[in-house]
């Protein structure tokens, strides 16, 4: 019993002396509400002081990069997107988390998060929450999503008529397009048994690139779904404004379309015709992050785990509605149709590199999209052949 109260008395004096941990945040509205409550129930429980600070989203990682060597620097970014990563890695600015994170926290974890907040082989951040575009439809006009690509045609077909549109989507954006090219056996990178990534090899070119260059074309030429000039922008007000059956679209714009009072679903996007395997999106993950300049690691750590853990995913989905990476978490909300939709399609999908490499491969993918969709007249091959060429040329540093 002496042992057990001097053990005890230990662990309260070092909560009693631990310092303020600083977060910083690009987090707003109810998200913020969210942190700042976790936050004011954490030193509750424990006695350690949790400052948040907001960063514009802008500022974030390149504050975070010059700040955490100098000691200005937070303990902890809460969140950052793993396509980040890279970069602050290469800079020396994060603390792996690989040995804070326990066995049961992995497994519950979607692998998709796992794999994107990994890099060279470690864990470099806690994922909180997981998002991708998915094929979501108005039920005014589809009840039941298609299953196929002959049923998809015909509803977008169907509803093209020129009082609404049966589909549209920002095709002219690589993020949206990156299930057409994975469908039909594209990769950006491959990476290896051993978890190496091989960024001298590169799967958008060849007959992967032909074929979902020339779906892209199709889309716009051949079926006549989606016009010229139907950006982003386009498609959400069509949608928004019930003019719109179908549309490819991530979270982020649900809460549009809960305002606007569109009763909807979300569902995978069918496998397009022709492909190799079935359509899969990016993923991207926000997770937290820890400063390899911390001074309080373990308090630190002790909150980015409570901020990760199930019950704190699912108010966190409540407040702002993300889509959580804990798998508990997402059985918890399963009555919840925009969670378990968008579970089900980030689960196909492959997450957006974390690699800094990834910034040489946007501009001439993008720059081959944009011809590709200008002229029914493209040559698709070879603008496939070029970009392919531009992009080994760009990755090998020639």
Request: proline share 7%.
């Amino acid at each position: 019993m002496k042992k057990w109260l001097l053990v005890a008395a230990g662990v309260l004096a070092s909560l009693a002396l631990a310092q303020s941990i600083t977060v910083w945040t690009a987090l707003s509205g109810p998200n913020l509400t969210w942190l700042k409550s976790e936050a004011k129930s954490y030193q509750g429980a424990t006695g350690v002081a949790v400052n948040v600070v907001s960063v514009p989203f802008a500022d974030l990682q390149q504050k975070f990069i010059l700040g955490a060597p100098t000691g200005k620097g937070p303990d902890l970014a809460v969140t950052i997107p793993q396509d980040q990563l890279g970069q602050m890695v290469a800079a020396g600015v994060l603390s792996p988390m690989t040995d804070y994170a326990t066995p049961s926290y992995l497994s519950d974890l979607m692998p998709v998060a796992r794999q994107a907040f990994t890099y060279a082989g470690k864990l470099y951040g806690l994922p909180l929450y997981v998002e991708s575009v998915a094929l979501i439809y108005n039920k005014k006009y589809i009840q039941t999503p298609p299953k196929n690509w002959n049923q998809f045609l015909e509803m977008a077909k169907k509803f093209t008529n020129g009082q609404t549109f049966g589909f549209l989507a920002p095709i002219d954006t690589q993020y949206y397009d990156y299930g057409f090219w994975k469908a039909f056996g594209g990769y950006i990178f491959k990476q290896g048994a051993n978890g190496v990534v091989d960024t001298s090899t590169m799967g958008l070119g060849g007959q992967a690139g032909y074929q979902a260059g020339q779906f892209l074309k199709d889309l716009r030429y051949k079926w006549n779904l989606v016009p010229t000039g139907a950006d982003y922008n386009v498609a959400d007000s069509a949608f928004k404004d019930g003019a719109l059956a179908m549309i490819l679209n991530g979270p982020w714009g649900v809460g549009g379309y809960k305002k606007a009072g569109i009763d909807f679903g979300v569902a995978p996007f069918p496998t397009p015709p022709g492909a190799k395997q079935s359509w899969g999106p990016f993923v991207g993950v926000q997770g937290v992050i820890m400063s390899a300049y911390s001074q309080h690691k373990i308090e630190a750590v002790n909150f980015a785990k409570y901020l990760v853990g199930p019950p704190a995913q699912v108010a966190f989905s409540k407040a702002g509605g993300s889509i959580p990476a804990s798998r508990s978490a997402q059985r918890q909300l399963k009555g919840n149709s925009v969670v378990r939709g968008f579970s089900q399609v980030v689960a196909m999908g492959t997450p957006m590199p974390n690699l800094p490499a990834m910034g040489k491969v946007w501009g001439p993918w993008g720059d081959a999209v944009s011809l590709i969709l200008r002229s029914a007249n493209s040559n698709v091959k070879q603008i496939i052949d070029t970009m392919n060429a531009n992009l080994n040329k760009a990755l090998s540093g020639k």
